[in-house]
């Protein structure tokens, strides 16, 4: 995919702000001097049966693209592909009606879509939203001495996964859900009143993954302290009983070159660093001396996972881009 996208030629029109070049989250467009647009779409297949919970775990982890950025979904069209011989419309309809209510929580309008037919049930959003053009996030600002801080447990993947043979305790099953359904909009509100350099979403990557993009936009090292990540209940123990995901082997095949471990961790708990995520947390670096009230800012607002993981450091030449420590 990277050289996919190296090999495109570049755009020149100055008002594009964020383009593809950054591997971030969404492309902003500026259209004045004080307002951008920010753009993304994004489909997933079902992490669950329940259509209503399909639609809104679907539409939060589209909308994360646009909070990613620091900015505001206002208009959202459905992008659905559906086997309408196989399924009734009234499982249609559910897929609908979650997405809509968390589209209506995020504070945007359902504008319209479009339909296919296709033997897999798929279903997401395309988003615009709204930025001021200086105070869009982007994964490319870290700076040196900055802290890493995360707002959501990583291991939903293999959590889903296991669930299929029936191996996670539903109390656990039912926390890993509310995560993957709970909008990134309050961590969004809450660290836009702080000074963040860059920020991005945890998705299909994995945390290492989507940290290392970070770390290439800086030209900087990230350290990744692991004792320190939140993990979901039962995830560590499903990669010890020997499940995986689908996207392990490939999120570890990219990013393990540009990667260093200061410490042994067993071949579970590496995993957990290339576990998949659907609408994860975001991932933010900022200012040392404001990590600690952020923190308490996400805290107090509900979000009771939220932790600093991390530092931002130099790098030279010699050295990876990510460390595990």
Not at 114 to 138: I, N, Q, R, S, Y
Request: aromatic share 6%; net charge negative; glycine share 8%.
């Amino acid at each position: 995919m990277n050289a996919l996208l190296e090999s495109l030629p570049s755009e020149t029109d100055p008002n594009l702000i964020v383009g593809f070049e950054t591997h971030d989250d969404a492309g902003v467009y500026r259209l004045s001097d004080e307002l951008a647009l920010v753009v993304t779409a994004d489909f997933i297949t079902p992490p669950t049966d329940d259509p209503e919970m399909f639609g809104r775990i679907s539409a939060a982890n589209a909308l994360s693209d646009v909070f990613a950025m620091g900015g505001r979904p206002v208009t959202c069209l459905n992008l659905v592909a559906f086997p309408s011989k196989k399924l009734p419309a009234s499982v249609l309809a559910g897929i609908i009606r979650g997405a809509q209510e968390k589209i209506t929580e995020a504070g945007a309008v359902l504008a319209g879509g479009h339909t296919v037919e296709d033997p897999e049930p798929k279903f997401g959003l395309a988003v615009t939203g709204l930025v001021h053009p200086e105070k869009c996030w982007t994964n490319a600002g870290a700076r040196d001495g900055d802290a890493l801080l995360l707002t959501k447990p990583i291991g939903s993947g293999v959590i889903l996964n296991a669930n299929l043979k029936g191996w996670v305790p539903q109390q656990h099953l039912d926390a890993c859900l509310e995560s993957l359904q709970t909008l990134n909009r309050t961590a969004a509100e809450c660290a836009s009143q702080f000074t963040v350099h860059a920020a991005t979403d945890v998705t299909g990557f994995g945390l290492a993954g989507h940290t290392l993009e970070m770390a290439r936009g800086a030209d900087l090292c990230f350290e990744l302290k692991f004792d320190a990540l939140p993990v979901f209940n039962s995830a560590l123990e499903m990669y010890e009983r020997g499940m995986s995901t689908g996207s392990n082997d490939s999120n570890r095949d990219q990013a393990i070159p540009q990667m260093a471990f200061d410490r042994e961790l067993t071949k579970a708990q590496s995993s957990l660093l290339f576990d998949p995520q659907t609408n994860g947390g975001l991932l933010f670096a900022l200012p040392e001396s404001e990590a600690d009230d952020l923190v308490e800012a996400l805290k107090r607002s509900g979000l009771a996972d939220a932790c600093c993981v991390g530092t931002v450091t130099h790098r030279d030449q010699t050295q990876t881009y990510l460390r595990i420590v």
